[in-house]
């Protein structure tokens, strides 16, 4: 058997090919995009099913250094920190607080139901917790993050049983997240029609800004900010561990050191941070980051999980379901609206905001009415607000259970 070992700059230009040619077979296919598949899943994804099956024949052995992926992971939940303005929530109004409490509380939902049922199966609660908010709500990005975090603490398989679970929970909240949406229209016989808008009028001013241009000093000034606060962040994880036992991943303590300093920001002005130009630098971080997790998955570790995982993604997806017809539809006002912000907790609760946008696409192209509120609330929700509860809780949740 052939054996190759790939250093950390040959990995970074494995990673980046990867990510290139996932964009393109992305573009090329239309399952695809309609499932909203990110382009570093399909290129990661498919070179270590390919790696797995020349090891499993024999054929090659290969290893990859994967060192720079946990600085650019912590440099993507910095941005995601900075990200988090407060001010955001004011402007909400009352509906994003329901959406976003019902978020979080689905968080703690999936975190119990994982940790109950993988002591049913049998098998190490910590696979629970990487089957419950880390790899379905938190999404390719946490599972990425945690799981060798639950495998320093004993979890076998933790990582690719998390990916594994992230990819089972995207595919779930796609294909359901649109067809819930059009039930519950239907069976309520609900009239289509979208709520006016009025307060959030205001909302869209701050969350729909003109994009800044990432010039030469914008991005110096960024990647200062984020340098700096990766740091701090690093010693705040090691500071914490060494003093109080706590172990805080040095990519939370940084998000919440950057979530601090931006809001701080908010008030004195003192550096111009464009939202714009923090999400392209975090998109190109997640981008590179999620690549190298996904093409050094380990599949043959899934051999002994492939059944119970199985059991616990499907009993997640049934509580999702039931939350939604008979909670959270109510809670979120029982109307047009309410049926496609559903449409979108299924698509971010199982899956990624990508989803949840497409679901909410899908249902408001079908009735030609676009629910204003949903198109609002779910991205700022799904993708920034989430995390500063959803994170710290799965932190909890795996130090208890460790």
């Not at 498919?46 to 440099?75: C, E, H, Y």
């Not at 076998?156 to 796609?174: N, P, R, Y």
């Not at 997806?317 to 109510?330: A, N, P, Q, S, T």
């Not at 909410?360 to 700022?380: E, N, Q």
Request: neutral net charge.
């Amino acid at each position: 058997m052939l054996t190759f070992q790939l250093d950390a700059l040959s990995t970074l230009a494995l990673a980046l090919l990867l990510l290139g040619l996932g964009a393109q077979l992305k573009k090329r296919s239309y399952w695809l995009r309609q499932l909203c598949v990110p382009a570093p899943v399909i290129g990661g994804f498919g070179f270590a099913l390919l790696i797995w099956l020349l090891r499993d024949r024999q054929l090659l052995d290969l290893t990859l250094d994967t060192s720079l992926q946990t600085p650019l992971m912590v440099a993507f939940f910095t941005t995601v920190g900075l990200g988090g303005s407060l001010g955001l929530l004011r402007k909400g109004g009352k509906l994003l607080f329901i959406y976003l409490g019902a978020c979080w509380g689905l968080a703690l939902v999936q975190n119990v139901v994982g940790v109950s049922v993988a002591k049913a199966l049998g098998i190490d609660p910590l696979l629970g917790i990487m089957a419950g908010a880390v790899s379905l709500e938190g999404g390719f990005g946490a599972a990425a993050a945690f799981g060798p975090i639950a495998e320093n603490l004993g979890a076998v398989g933790a990582t690719t049983a998390a990916l594994a679970a992230a990819t089972f929970g995207m595919v779930a909240g796609g294909l359901l997240g649109s067809p819930l949406a059009r039930w519950l229209i239907e069976r309520n016989t609900l009239t289509v029609k979208a709520e006016a808008v009025g307060n959030l009028k205001a909302f869209e001013d701050v969350v729909h800004t003109p994009p800044a241009a990432l010039d030469a000093p914008t991005l110096l000034r960024l990647l200062t900010c984020i340098v700096v606060i990766m740091v701090l962040g690093f010693w705040l994880g090691a500071s914490l561990q060494q003093h109080l036992g706590i172990v805080l991943p040095s990519y939370v303590g940084a998000m919440f050191v950057a979530i601090i300093l931006r809001n701080l920001n908010d008030r004195t002005q003192a550096v111009d941070i464009p939202d714009h130009a923090v999400s392209t630098i975090g998109d190109v971080s997640l981008g590179m980051f999620l690549t190298m997790a996904m093409m050094s998955l380990k599949f043959w570790e899934l051999e002994k999980l492939g059944m119970p995982l199985l059991v616990i993604l499907v009993v997640q997806v049934v509580i999702m379901l039931l939350l939604c017809v008979f909670v959270l539809f109510r809670l979120f006002g029982g109307n047009y609206d309410a049926a496609v912000l559903c449409a979108g907790f299924m698509g971010h609760g199982l899956g990624a905001t990508p989803n949840a946008v497409a679901n909410m696409g899908a249902i408001c192209d079908h009735y030609k009415v676009f629910s204003y509120k949903a198109f609002i609330i779910v991205p700022l929700c799904g993708a920034v607000l989430i995390d500063i509860v959803a994170i710290p809780m799965i932190t909890w949740f795996i130090n208890a259970f460790s």
